[in-house]
């Protein structure tokens, strides 16, 4: 992979709200195995980083706030 940015097309909240009731934040079972923590905890970054990309286009105006 070059180290050339890459830009993710303009998000919505209304998708990232639904992503975030499918994939919560919540705290691993103790009975969880390793694998399925980071399994989850990777779908969770996913949603997180959405959420993040979607500020910043918020503040550089290339999507508008949906009310």
Known sequence: MSN????LP???Q???NKL???FPHKCPLLTDEDRVI???SGQRH???YLQQTYDEQL???IV???V
Do not use: R
């Open 14 to 16: 209304e998708l990232i």
């Open 64 to 66: 508008t706030k949906q």
């Open 4 to 7: 050339e940015e890459i830009v």
């Open 20 to 22: 975030d009731k499918l």
């Open 38 to 40: 980071w399994y989850k």
């Open 10 to 12: 303009a998000l919505s």
């Open 46 to 48: 996913v949603i997180d």
């Open 59 to 61: 503040q550089q105006d």
